[in-house]
């Protein structure tokens, strides 16, 4: 299993970005993908899940109303939209497969994190 997140970067508060999650050795679409981000001195935490079918999705509070998760099974992808950002959502993000076709809250795979800074 193997993930390949890109898309992070340095931008301004109130900036978008999309970041991008290439995902190989293993049946991308049979498996519930999440996204986590990770703060300087904080613990890595869930803020997004999207099931098989992109028919459920979850948003922890503090993205919701602000990021948008989505996939695309043929092309082996998932992505967040990250807009209205603020100086908070500095964070490595990284994506996740979960166990399960469904957001279970279990996950067995991270990618290497991509790092997104917000500053003025």
């Known amino acids: 299993v193997q993930f390949v997140e890109s898309g992070g970067g340095l931008v301004q508060p109130g900036g978008s970005l999309r970041l991008s999650c290439k995902a190989s050795g293993f049946t991308f679409g049979h498996y519930a993908i999440a996204w986590f981000r990770q703060a300087p001195g904080k613990e890595r935490k869930e803020i997004s899940c999207i099931n098989i079918s992109s028919t459920s999705t979850y948003y922890a509070d503090s993205v919701k109303g602000r990021f948008t998760i989505s996939r695309d099974n043929v092309m082996n992808t998932a992505y967040l939209q990250m807009s209205s950002l603020i100086s908070e959502d500095t964070a490595v993000y990284y994506c996740?497969?979960?166990?399960?076709?469904?957001?279970?809250?279990?996950?067995?795979?991270w990618g290497q994190g991509t790092q997104v800074t917000v500053s003025s």
């Open positions: 996740a497969k979960d166990r399960s076709s469904f957001c279970s809250g279990g996950f067995d795979s």
